[in-house]
């Protein structure tokens, strides 16, 4: 049965095009019930048991119910499928994963196409009403088609009309989800996973909290007229009654918000702002708040009067889109703990409010970490509401923390399906004759890699020889992952969602199965692996005259740790080949960085740090700072050059859809914190582009007067800068494809496709170009590729979170029953608090300012001009040297590092110091000493996930 639909629509030149959509309907769709005779298929339906038929909002709103074990038997109507995949792709996604479960029994049938229960929409029905109709109409059938069998069919509805209709008009069992999750399921610990909306918090003040948000209407005319905006909204991490919104319409780009005028707005929300007048515009508050949310300190602005600069103030009208997620943390000691009570839910990120939920549970969440999901946020209430999902175990055990970072920063971690691990190669695993005949063969060459001891995801290695008219041949060759994963391939989509391989302290989640990242496609020495090999004539001045591209078989001779082969290159009486070839490498990867700073590459800092483990317990024996030797760079180089190489050319054959990386110039406001830091030091910096700020860097270095300022200087200039990113070369404009860090007018990621999936998409749009292997549609499309990119950006950007929070965590660990006295610097000072880093910890965070109760308070004084803050007649400036002490303090069974201030004394702020200052100030001196010539062997860790910087 064929039913035909016209619609019309306007263009934007006025004139109109009628769509005519075929809309068929089919009498042999079955109901996927096992025991039924009729429909002749096989099902997953079972009537001894009721068969759930739910509607569009409990699959958006309650998915983590759901989701449990005991929600089962039961029926998607395609109506709510549609829906559900419209109004939230990630919802869809988790629906999508319960339906392929053949342990949830979920069945979707096809009510839109069935001629059974098909209905149209009447005259004046809404959508809305006519979708609910559909599914009721189609709840009806299953009971009526299943009566015969005994079956026992329920609707479930949180919409009281619907449930009403349905039991009035189709004679239907209707339920809430709370009540079939209390009536049917019998499971309290089930009513907690239920989202309740519209449920009565009676600690409450039941008055509103915050003004209305605008209508749809409104907001479409605002942004329209330039009344209002939209943008992403942040939560500041040190306050968190301060925020900001990225608006990309604006110039200044960022609005400032505060206290009630964020209006209900979550960390990564889109929302409608509207700018307040530039007579209300205020500046950042200057406060670094306590764990406790409070300021809790006196200051006494009329001393020195706030010059905080006045930002664009605005107030949060409208939420285009919610950005919600799981949340992880723990729960405040409710006053009652019988009974089902509203609890007080203390996120893991502090840029997340508290949040209230209702459970029973209250004795059993104690000193446990668990998930929270937010349901909504009334205007009449000062926190969101949510709902209990999960609980993740005891709070401060290792193993539960570590997955608190994941969960947190979104890693997919979960074990590779058996769809995924059925794909991969059987081991032993070697090459075949017929493959070899296809690839160039390098097996010959005397090849190595160099990498982090304990690396086994080797992406890439290195040969270089002399040529017989002067120049030298420089082999990178990298591994050749997309051999063995072929695009839209399940191992393929579960690559491309997990975006790139997290390394962690104590372990590593792979992008790609371990028999892939570790062994087969992993360049070690002594075996014959697949590669894709750049090969560069380069004269001895570095300089490069020819490129060729070719995949290949190679067979790597040595696996060297950066430390390794830097002793080879240190030592005199070594003329071995190898040794010969790291030198000559070196000396070319020298010349390459300095052509690099010629052209205004920034040398940027960060600190980063390695942990000693114990062999047994994996627990940190002893931190230090990850020292850099040549050999880092020499790899680097070359990296860097293969990039650049790659780059240019698939933009050559692709220059719509090619996939490339970009590091925008920052704007001038961005450097205003480092060129203010920097001018209180006595330091001009010249930020007008990255020549001159890498050549005023460098001047800064060779008259720097105090300890460790260089260095501190380029760890702020790498504040100042914005995110790096990857983007299809037909969505941008090619003036904008430089990335300014690099002084690289063109720039992608090549070298690691073990661990990124942007290289893995680079290595086929290469392959391509050669001519051995061919494109396919998601290739060769912008518009798709642009869409990966921003996926990609995503993981890249929360991986590295994940990874600096796992560090955070395992310096908890170390510190744990310790106090140690140690040398910071500043980096920033607050009004009531001084930022420092402690480099030899890698450790960065407050010192709060709080003068215990005394008699003779001091006033604070803060000079932002100055950047200075000063208690009574000691003052801290920018870049000052401060001696603190670092230990471990509890705060609702959260560990954190705590920092306090034990010299320069300060009564009523300043601790007693846990050994004899002049000890410390000993270390710390020969501890920012530069580093000797003389080469130290490194410690080796058991697992080091230190990953090249290209």
Known sequence: MLRAKKFARKTRGGGVIVTSREHYLRSDIGCGVKACATCQQVGVLSVSKPIICPDTNVALHQMDLMEHSKFNNIVIFSTVLNEVKHKSLP?????????????????????????????????GETANDRNDRAIRVATKWYKEHTEPLKGKVMLLTDDKENRRKAVEEGKLEAYSVKEYAEKILQDKTLVDLVAMETAVDEDSEQKDQYPEYKTTSEIEVGLKTSRFYQGT???????????????????????????????????????????????????????????????????????????????????????????????????????????????????????????????????????????????????????????????????????????????????????????????????????????????????????????????????DALHVRALDNGNYEVGIHIADVTHFIRPNSATDKEAAKRGTTVYLTNRRIDMVPAVLSGNICSLRSGVERYAMSTLLEMTPSANVVKKTFCKSIIASKHSFMYSEAQSIIDDEDDNTDTAQNLRTLNKLAKKLKAMRMERGALQLESPEVRFNMENEAHDPVDVEV?????????????????????????????????????????????????????????????TESSKALATSLDLASQKAKKPFLASLLRILTTRCMLQAAYFSSGCIAKEEFRHYGLASEIYTHFTSPIRRYSDIMVHRLLAASIGVDSTYPELVNRDKTDALCQDLNYRHTMAQRASRASVDLYSCIFFKDKEIDTDAYILRVCKNAVTVLVPKYGIEGPVYLEQKATESKKPIAYNEKNNSVSVGSVSFRVFDKLIVQVRVEEFLQNAKIRLALVSPHVEGISVPPKQPESESLSAGKAELEPPKKKRKKSKKKKNENGAKND
Not at 99 to 120: M, T
Not at 643 to 655: C, L, M, R, T, Y
């Open 626 to 686: 990850k020292q850099s030797l040549e050999t880092n760079s020499l790899v680097e180089e070359f990296m860097l050059l293969a990039n650049v190489s790659v780059a240019e050319h698939i933009f050559e054959k692709f220059p719509e859809c090619a996939l490339l990386r970009r590091h925008p110039t920052p704007p001038g406001s961005n450097f205003e914190p480092l060129l203010g830091a920097a001018k209180s030091a006595g330091v001009e910096l010249d």
């Open 91 to 123: 919802v869809y996604q988790r629906l999508r994963s319960c339906i392929d479960n053949p342990e949830k029994s979920f069945y979707v049938f096809s009510n839109e196409h069935c001629r059974d229960v098909y209905v149209e929409q009447k005259p």
């Open 233 to 459: 909204f942040h939560r500041s991490q040190g306050n968190s009654k301060e925020g900001y919104v990225s608006v990309v319409a604006l110039d200044f780009q960022r609005v400032l918000l505060q206290g009630m005028n964020m209006n209900r707005a979550i960390e990564r929300d889109i929302v409608i702002i509207e700018l307040l007048p530039k007579s209300e515009w205020k500046a950042p508050s200057g406060y670094i708040e306590t764990d406790d949310g409070a300021h809790s300190i006196d200051v006494d602005e009329s001393i020195v009067p706030d010059t905080g600069k006045h930002q664009p103030t605005g107030r949060v009208v409208g939420i285009s889109k919610r950005n919600w997620r799981p949340y992880c943390g723990v729960i405040l000691p409710p006053k009652r703990k019988s009974g089902a009570t509203w609890l007080s839910f203390i996120p893991d990120d502090r840029r997340v409010p508290p949040i209230r939920i209702r459970s029973s549970q209250a004795e059993k969440f104690e000193g446990m970490r668990i998930i929270v999901s937010i349901d909504s946020w009334p205007k009449d209430s000062r926190s969101p509401r949510g709902h209990y999902v999960k609980t993740l175990g005891k709070a401060g055990d290792r193993d539960v923390e570590t997955e608190v970072v994941l969960i947190e920063h979104d890693v997919p971690y979960q074990p590779f399906s058996s769809g995924v691990l059925s794909e991969m190669p059987q081991l032993p695993w070697e090459p075949t004759e017929e493959e070899r005949k296809k690839r160039k063969d390098l097996r010959h060459l005397l090849i190595c890699s160099i990498d982090p001891p304990g690396c086994t995801d080797i992406d």
